[in-house]
């Protein structure tokens, strides 16, 4: 199969804790593949798997005392102002 023609998304959801139960990436992963199909495309592959990392931008705003607000895919901002 060519990769010209296939695009990749990647997402990176950060919880604080110690250990997840099993399989508990299953339900996120699978509401970002039905809202992908939903919007007409075609899912050729899913996979996911927590042990990710963390970029230099991303510590920095975990680091952060006093945040506020959220840090959507390198936006800040509220909830709210994401969705507008």
Known sequence: MSEKNLMVWTCKIVVEGDELPAG?????????ENAISDAGFKVLMNSSGWGGTLT???????????????????????????AN
Do not use: C, I, W
């Open 24 to 32: 508990f990436d299953s339900p996120p992963r699978m509401a970002a």
């Open 56 to 82: 230099n931008a991303d510590k920095q705003y975990l680091d952060e005392d006093n945040r506020q607000d959220a840090y959507y895919a390198g936006v800040m901002g509220t909830p709210e102002d994401v």
